[in-house]
């Protein structure tokens, strides 16, 4: 680990160390939170923000300065003192984890900790074409290529209902109904949900309430079409126009989501844009896309950050952690627990 005063110094340490074929070498930087101060100083900040590898700041018991914290990647604690911060049992054990996961897969994960350090810059419809951008460029990289070869054939086509609604009075209730396949989202079931919204957008007057049939809200997109996009700037057009999560984010304020189960992928991005996110106490949640060498395509980028910060944001995409319900709601991902 890098103490405080070497930050400035560091050369390769905190530019990737990138080998002729541009795999890196030091793709996470531990620094010690223990050797920083508590004033701000200004350069190594600045180094930091700058900085192209993956800074994580590794802090004892006593809180990162919070200068430092705001600089980097993400803290690991014995103790989660703010959002920046993730509490684990043992630090060192955690940056191991996280450099062996980003060696994995180094282009998603790399892109991602760039692309979350501007997300709370920009207005969520520029954030969500930034993210766009990045998931549509990892889709032609050689990690999601490996990880196509994997995935074998897709399975037969399901029933063609993706979305149940019904009125009643100034309540529009939107219902995913794609039980048998855990109400993974599918084109058709991006544009039934664009459908619903739209409803609500015409009619000032609706409250929205989005729940899901099944054992679970939501296990992501559906594997099946994934690549399926004829090339990627084409995905990256459909990706932007066709954003359920945009739209969510500008209906919020009479949105509701009540999430039960399973909450994967896109079933965490696009409730997380509510105004309201209602859990059940067998809730999950968890960001799977890193192990296919993608980053959260479906506003997650924007949606979590604004929740619970880019800190933790990171931490459950490179981890691929799942959190329980309780969790959530003390991290603010969920509002509430039914």
């Keep these: 680990m890098l103490r405080v005063t070497e930050v400035v110094s560091a050369g390769e340490e905190l ?24 004033e701000p100083i200004s350069e190594v900040a600045a180094r930091l923000r700058q900085a192209r590898a993956i800074t994580v700041a590794v802090a004892g018991s006593a809180p990162a300065p919070g200068w430092l914290t705001e600089a980097v990647d993400l803290t690991i604690a014995p103790v989660a003192h703010d959002r920046r911060t993730v509490a684990v049992a043992d630090a060192v054990s955690e940056l191991a984890a996280l450099d062996g996961v980003t060696r994995l897969h180094p282009q998603a994960a790399i892109g991602l900790a760039w692309l979350l350090r501007g997300s709370g810059h ?54 995913l109904s794609r039980s048998a396949r855990r109400n993974a989202v599918d084109s058709a079931m991006r544009h039934a949900l664009l459908e ?51 739209v969510l984010h500008d209906l919020r304020e009479r949105v509701t989501v009540r999430v039960h189960g399973a909450c994967l992928g896109a079933g965490v991005e696009l409730p997380s844009f509510a105004g309201r996110v209602i859990a059940a ?12 060498g993608l980053i959260p ?31 959530a709601l003390a991290w603010g991902l969920v509002d509430e627990l039914d």
């Design 297 to 327: 395509g479906a506003g997650g980028t924007v949606s979590l950050p604004r929740r619970i910060g880019r800190w933790r944001t990171l931490w459950l995409a490179l981890r691929g952690a799942r959190i329980d319900a309780s969790t």
């Design 15 to 38: 530019n990737l160390g990138l080998s002729a074929d541009a795999t890196p070498s030091l793709p996470v930087v531990g620094i010690d939170a223990d050797s920083a101060r508590e």
């Design 281 to 292: 106490g067998n809730s999950s949640f968890g960001l799977p896309e890193l192990a296919m």
């Design 122 to 175: 920009s207005d969520v419809w520029s954030a969500l074409a930034a993210e766009s951008a990045l998931y549509s460029t990892l889709l032609a990289g050689p990690d999601f290529a490996g990880w196509l070869a994997m995935r074998g054939p897709s399975r037969s086509p399901d029933a063609p209902d993706r979305v149940q609604l019904h009125r009643e009075g100034s309540v529009l209730h939107v219902t």
């Design 196 to 246: 619903a919204l739209g409803v609500a957008r015409w009619d000032s007057s609706l409250r929205v309430e989005i729940d899901a049939e099944g054992p679970d809200f939501c296990a992501g997109g559906d594997l099946d079409e994934f690549g399926r996009a004829p090339d990627p700037a084409t995905a990256h057009l459909i990706r932007v126009t066709a954003s359920a999560g945009g």
